[in-house]
């Protein structure tokens, strides 16, 4: 069974930076279009960013593009998400996901598996 593992949430200051890590196991990571959604209390599911297997195409949603960075390390299996100049309205449970296929699709029903999230939490 794949298993998708976050970590690096927390309670930061806006304006401060945080990095989330995703380890990935029982999945073929290198053939794995990998994504970060999150979600705040009373929403819905919001795509982030995704990535390409090989790392070569990404894409951001419109509200942090230009502040979140999506990168892979294909040879540890594991997904970053690189956040900075963080804001309140960031503040939500982060997820990390992954996909068959090479399409960096931007909808939470695309991927089929899902880590359990990381809580981030921005405060003024």
């Known amino acids: 069974q794949v298993q998708l593992v976050e970590s690096g949430g927390g309670p930061v200051k806006a304006g401060d930076s945080l990095r989330l890590s995703c380890s990935a196991s029982?999945?073929?990571?290198?053939?794995?279009?990998l994504g970060w959604f999150r979600q705040a209390p009373g929403k819905e599911r919001q795509f982030v960013a995704s990535?390409?297997?090989?790392?070569?195409?990404?894409r951001y949603g419109e509200s942090v593009e230009g502040r979140f960075t999506i990168s892979r390390d294909n040879a540890i299996n594991t997904l970053y998400l690189q956040m900075n100049t963080l804001k309140r309205e960031d503040t939500a449970v982060y997820y990390c996901?992954?996909?068959?296929?090479?399409?960096?699709?931007?909808?939470?029903?695309?991927?089929?598996?899902w880590g359990q999230g990381t809580q981030v939490t921005v405060s003024s």
């Open positions: 996901a992954a996909r068959q296929g090479s399409d960096v699709r931007t909808s939470w029903s695309e991927y089929q598996w």
């Open positions: 029982r999945l073929t990571f290198s053939k794995s279009t």
């Open positions: 990535i390409s297997w090989e790392g070569g195409k990404t």
